[in-house]
């Protein structure tokens, strides 16, 4: 008597399909990540070079403007 076995291979393939589409949504959500990525590290490098021209530049005071140390109670320092 011989027996002969079918394999269902409709569960293997549906597998096989489930885990390709998720690997195509990793794969675009991986593009998009690297997209927004490069974007924020263009954008920080201007802002970095912004913020150093702007730390490194002399204040300028309103014209007319005498900054003055606050001397509690009205004394003055007589040295």
């Known amino acids: 008597m011989?027996?002969?076995l079918y394999l269902d291979?409709?569960?293997?393939?549906?597998e096989e399909g489930?885990?390709?589409s998720k690997v195509s949504d990793l794969e675009?959500?991986?593009k998009a990540l690297n997209f927004d990525n490069a974007?924020?590290?263009?954008?920080?490098?201007?802002?970095r070079e912004r913020v150093?021209?702007?730390?490194s530049r002399?204040?300028?005071w309103p014209k007319g403007y005498r900054p003055r140390r606050?001397?509690?109670?009205?004394?003055?320092?007589?040295?």
């Open 52 to 55: 150093k021209s702007l730390a």
């Open 28 to 30: 675009n959500k991986l």
């Open 70 to 79: 606050y001397s509690p109670h009205g004394k003055k320092n007589n040295a």
């Open 39 to 47: 974007e924020l590290a263009k954008s920080n490098e201007e802002l």
């Open 9 to 14: 291979k409709g569960d293997a393939l549906r």
């Open 2 to 4: 011989e027996v002969t």
């Open 18 to 20: 489930f885990f390709e």
């Open 58 to 60: 002399q204040p300028a």
